[in-house]
């Protein structure tokens, strides 16, 4: 009774909630309809501390230890600090009408609000972010966990009782590691190659993607230019195929135009040391026939301005005079056998004809 006329002679408007502390029985909380939190103190005649919410309270809870206190009023969640005089910790606001309970879960992590707007969000009490959040079908006007987490209770306006259950998996125990694998070691990329499917398993196939060379990358990327200088930068053993391969792609690309110019002395070099070695090799010449006349294209007009490149145009000029030549004296070489061959048939046909007719006389007679 004494209690009820302390409240009649402080508060000013309806008592909507309150709240003892877990930490000691002679205090309890009250929030109302006047914008108040007030703190009592069963061992003192009134209330010991009051907050100022700014709207009217609906719901309140505290924390274990009964140094923070937690309301709720209008669509705002404010944070308060009761042994530091009622300093306000936090205020903030996820719901769009207004919170009508909050509580806290069995490990004081979470803070569970439900709202008019029909959802219930939880937050992190460290910095009070929502990580959660449920839609159910009616406004919420009472909310509850239970202390082991796993039983949610929503009472709404519609006269049904929402119960959603949680089911907790059980950690397994996994069968302890003889090693643990390292990514970007020998033994983690091949890891699971020695399991053998048992007799039933079904086993997938995985194709493995092609490993592209330098040059295809570049190709892919239409960066010519940068594909022939990686082909350039290969041994001389393994680069005679693929540059010849290279410049077969480039010409079906129309690329090589592009891959060829804008060299100085010393990118050119290497291909026209190429031509020079190659160009008389019957597997490769109408290829580079075809790559010589475009460096011609290119770079005739700066011939004259180096004196590297100018010998090295010279010494490809020379080869091919020599391999003209050379085909020019071996037609010349046919030529004469042919008319060996023909004079030597047609001597030998002339005495099978003498042949022939002695045989005949021979018969008559």
């Known amino acids: 009774m004494v209690i009820n006329t302390l409240c009649c002679l402080v508060l000013k408007d309806y008592v909507r909630c309150g709240v003892t502390s877990e930490n000691s029985k002679d205090i309890f909380i009250t929030g109302s309809y006047d914008h108040s939190l007030k703190l009592w103190d069963l061992r003192s005649q009134g209330s010991v501390l009051s907050m100022d919410h700014g709207c009217p309270v609906e719901c309140v809870t505290v924390f274990p230890s009964g140094g923070i206190c937690i309301s709720a009023g209008s669509n705002i969640i404010k944070v308060w600090d009761i042994l530091g005089g009622g300093r306000l910790l936090a205020g ?39 990580v959660h959040s449920m839609d159910y079908p009616a406004p919420i006007l009472s909310l509850k966990i239970s202390p082991d987490d796993t039983h949610l209770v929503a009472g709404m306006s519609n006269k049904f009782l929402s119960i959603k259950y949680r089911l907790k998996h059980e950690a397994k125990e996994e069968a302890p590691r003889s ?35 330098e040059h295809d990358k570049f190709l892919k990327k239409f ?34 135009e ?37 460096v011609l294209d290119i770079y005739g007009p700066v011939i ?62």
């Open 92 to 130: 903030f606001s996820n719901h769009q009408k207004t919170i009508t309970s909050i509580c806290l879960d069995g490990e004081n992590r979470r803070l569970l609000s439900g709202s008019l707007d029909r959802h219930v969000k939880i937050y992190d009490v460290q910095d009070y972010t929502v």
């Open 304 to 365: 004259g301005q180096s004196e590297k490149v100018d010998h090295l145009f010279t010494t490809l000029r020379d080869k091919i005079n020599r391999e003209i030549n050379f085909h020019q004296k071996g037609f010349e070489l046919l030529g004469a056998l042919d008319t060996l061959f023909a004079a030597s048939v047609s001597s030998s046909t002339s005495n099978i004809g003498t042949e022939a007719q002695g045989i005949q006389k021979d018969r008559q007679l």
């Open 223 to 256: 960066e010519y230019s940068k594909a022939l200088d990686s082909v350039l930068r290969r041994p001389l053993a393994t680069r005679v195929p693929f540059l010849s391969s290279l410049f077969q792609d480039l010409i079906r690309r129309k690329g090589l």
């Open 258 to 294: 592009i891959a060829l110019a804008g060299r100085d002395e010393d990118g050119l070099e290497p291909i026209l040391n190429f031509l020079i070695r190659y160009i008389t090799n019957p597997k490769y010449t109408v290829l580079l026939i075809d790559v010589a006349n475009k």
């Open 179 to 213: 090693r643990n694998l390292k990514s970007g070691t020998y033994r983690y990329f091949v890891r699971g190659k020695n399991f053998k499917p048992l007799e039933d398993d079904f086993v997938v196939s995985a194709p493995k993607r092609p490993r592209f060379k």
